[in-house]
Nanobody, 130 residues
C-alpha cells in the first residue's frame, strides 16, 4: 500500500507563493518503489469537480495543466520519496483542496486523469485572498 501525506497549504494573498509537499511511504514494496510511481496533483474547489493540476511520470517528466502551467511546476525528490508542487503568482481562483495521488506503474503512462490514480492523500487546503 502506498500512503501519501500532503503538507504546505495555507492562506496567502493573491500574488503569493506556496510549495506543497507530498511525502510517500510504500509499505511492503521495498526500496525503489517511489521511482515506479506515476504521481499527480489534483484540486477541488467547493461545488466543483476535482481537476488535474499536473502529473509526473516515472522518468520525472512533468505535465502541467494548461490553466496553470505558467505559474505552477511539479517536481519530485526520489531520495526523499517526496512530490512537490510549486505555486507562484497565486490567484483567488486557485483556492481549493489540493491532493496528491499515485499509481504504481511499469510504463511512462501518467495522464491528467483523476480515475487513473488509485492512491490518494487526505489533501491540504490552499486559500488565496484578493
Amino acid at each position: 500500500q502506498v500512503q501519501l501525506q500532503e503538507s504546505g497549504g495555507g492562506s496567502v494573498q493573491a500574488g503569493g507563493s506556496l510549495r506543497l509537499s507530498c511525502v510517500t511511504s510504500g509499505d511492503g514494496y521495498g526500496d525503489g518503489y517511489f521511482e515506479r510511481l506515476c504521481m499527480g496533483w489534483f484540486r477541488q474547489a467547493p461545488g466543483k469537480e476535482r481537476e488535474a493540476v499536473g502529473t509526473i511520470d516515472t522518468l520525472d517528466s512533468a505535465t502541467v495543466s494548461e490553466s496553470v502551467q505558467d505559474r505552477f511546476s511539479i517536481s519530485k525528490d526520489n531520495a526523499k520519496n517526496t512530490l512537490y508542487l510549486q505555486m507562484n503568482n497565486l490567484k483567488p481562483e486557485d483556492t481549493a483542496m489540493y491532493s496528491c495521488a499515485a499509481r504504481m506503474t511499469w510504463s511512462r503512462s501518467c495522464p491528467l486523469q483523476v480515475d487513473f490514480f488509485d492512491h490518494w492523500g487526505q489533501g491540504t487546503q490552499v486559500t488565496v485572498s484578493s
